[in-house]
């Protein structure tokens, strides 16, 4: 109820008799689209973190840059890490300390159907920061695995 006040034009006030609704229960999100953090398998979370620091570390040029295998990195990461890798080299600070994670979220564990409706690959987004070369990194990947006999793989890698 809105009530004059002097010096005030309106205020609300509310009665103690008066009932408000409850609010509607949230709806269901739709299948693929955010929502807050699932957590990873062990095995997931296990995978993504050796992935995550290996490639840090050959970025920053601690590790050298063939020691990313093929079947468990993307060209472009590789050559991601590789023009990352130059340039530490080139400004001196390669070797410098190591690569220490100070956080990693998963931000969700999804399987992708394939054509035929089976599942297909399974996805994981995973972002958080890392400190290098006394500086803190912030840092967003994408893994895959297309079954579960196969490795996670690094698809995408950024570093800010």
């Known amino acids: 109820m809105l009530s004059t006040l002097p010096g005030h034009v309106h205020m609300k006030t509310f009665r103690g008799t008066e009932r408000h609704p409850a609010p509607p229960p ?10 807050p953090s699932t957590p990873a398998s062990p095995e997931a979370r296990k995978a993504s973190h050796r992935l995550v620091l290996l490639s840090l570390e050959a970025a920053f040029g601690i590790r050298p840059t063939t020691q990313l295998r093929m079947s ?10 590789q023009i990352r890798h ?56 994408r893994i895959e695995r297309e079954s579960g006999t196969r490795p996670w793989r690094m698809t995408a890698l950024r570093l800010f």
């Open 86 to 141: 130059r340039r530490a080299r080139a400004s001196g600070s390669a070797g410098a300390g190591r690569v220490a994670l100070t956080s990693l979220h998963i931000r969700r564990e999804d399987s992708v159907p394939d054509g035929t409706g089976q599942s297909g690959a399974t996805l994981l987004e995973i972002c958080g920061s890392a400190r290098a070369t006394g500086r803190r990194w912030a840092f967003a990947a």
């Open 72 to 81: 468990e990195y993307s060209v472009q990461v590789r050559q991601l890490v």
């Open 26 to 35: 949230p709806e269901p999100r739709p299948r693929g689209s955010f929502s």
